[in-house]
């Protein structure tokens, strides 16, 4: 499913015009964004938080050259799954056989 | 550190002056119940600008309780993951300066 379609079954779903939907759907996104950009946390119950991680620099490895290069450290959105949508993926059968 | 939290989504689409804030209350529900809809029928997301979110099969496979050490099998499964789009990525980095 892409941003569109989204946008067609936020319309559909709840008939509002495509017009509507798509600036619910931008309101959204854009402040999660937003949101990550000022590396504030994010949290949607039942489907999950993020954060912005830091990451540290470290040396490695081109694997195919072998040549040493820098690697820099850096940031990354980190996505925690919701409970709920985590089991959701999974359908009822949420087990851990021993 | 700040939290945004769905509620705070909701008083921006309010802020929009389109809908009630009841109205905008279930559009934001909705929104986000179609995306885990979306996931759970194993369909990847991809919000273009913000990123992917993947569902991805994991196999059966051992481990361990890290707790108590006790080895034990962990049945397969399906797990969300998320990949940042490169503009967000770059975006969160730029702010670091």
């Known amino acids: 499913m892409t941003k569109s379609q989204l946008i067609e079954a936020l319309a559909k779903a709840e008939g509002i015009t495509l017009k509507a939907a798509e600036t619910a759907v931008n309101v959204a996104f854009?402040?999660?964004e937003q949101a990550l950009i000022r590396g504030d946390r994010l949290e949607i119950r039942g489907?999950?938080?993020?954060?912005?991680?830091d990451y540290?620099?470290?040396k490695g490895r081109n694997p195919k050259t072998g040549e040493l290069i820098e690697?820099?450290?850096k940031k990354l959105p980190f996505f925690k799954v919701g409970k709920e949508l985590k089991e959701r993926v999974n359908g009822a059968e949420v087990k851990s056989t021993k | 550190m700040a939290t945004l939290t769905k509620a705070r989504i909701v008083e921006k689409l309010f802020a929009k002056n389109m809908f009630t804030k009841s109205d905008c209350a279930r559009i934001v529900d909705t929104l986000f119940d179609l995306v885990k809809k979306s996931l759970e029928s194993g369909e990847d997301?991809?919000?273009s600008g913000f990123g992917k979110f993947?569902?991805?099969e994991k196999h059966q496979r051992r481990g361990r309780n890290p707790q108590t050490g006790e080895p034990m099998v962990l049945g397969s499964r399906k797990v969300v993951t998320f990949k940042c789009s490169g503009i967000l990525r770059d975006a969160v980095n730029e702010e670091a300066g």
């Open chain 1, 47 to 53: 489907f999950g938080s993020f954060k912005v991680k």
């Open chain 2, 54 to 56: 993947c569902v991805r």
């Open chain 1, 56 to 58: 540290d620099g470290y």
């Open chain 1, 30 to 32: 854009n402040s999660m």
């Open chain 1, 71 to 73: 690697v820099k450290s």
């Open chain 2, 45 to 47: 997301v991809l919000i």
